[in-house]
């Protein structure tokens, strides 16, 4: 339980840590280019600003959702702790797939005026399909992952329950 407890932490803080960077370098690399600034609708920076600082504060529910799992906790305290963590998960999955297609889509539309103006409406529609895809096969990639290791806690934990 402990080993699974700490793979739980783990992955929650690489998780909120590589989000962080992306936000960072996203920020910098936009906001600090005005070659991009002067090409890219406002709209659409906001947009991702938005959407990255977001994402942001979701890991970081996540990651302190996760820190209140606790080996030295009573089993009954770890249950319901993990119960509140396996419900944002859940939470999580609903809203992120649809809300990121949903966010490449409106990055499309505002920048639609240059993508059509330069014939470049095909390249954006394919694009986008494939962004969706890498989407779609993050969020399985991650929903296997995350399943495996909150049964294996949950799994744990019962034992730990039914030995008392």
């Known amino acids: 339980t402990s080993s699974s407890i700490e793979k739980l932490h783990r992955r929650n803080w690489i998780m909120f840590s ?6 960072i370098i996203v920020m ?40 209140k799992i606790s080996i030295t906790d009573a089993t009954s305290k770890i249950m ?19 809300i990121t297609a949903l966010i490449g889509g409106l990055i499309i539309f505002f920048e639609r005026e240059w993508i059509i103006e330069k014939g470049r409406l095909i390249l954006a529609i394919l694009f986008f399909i494939v962004y969706c895809l890498i989407v779609y096969l993050k969020y399985r990639s991650l929903k296997r992952e995350q399943d495996s290791m909150i049964k294996e806690i949950e799994s744990n934990l019962n034992e730990l329950n039914e030995m008392k």
């Open 28 to 67: 910098v690399g936009i906001l600090n280019n005005p070659e991009i600034t002067s090409v890219m609708n406002p709209n659409s920076t906001t947009t991702l600003l938005i959407f990255l600082l977001l994402t942001l504060i979701v890991f970081l529910y996540e990651v302190t959702l996760a820190s």
């Open 80 to 98: 319901e702790n993990m119960m509140k963590y396996k419900k944002m998960v859940i939470y999580h999955r609903l809203i992120s797939a649809p």
């Open 18 to 23: 590589a989000t962080l960077f992306v936000v």
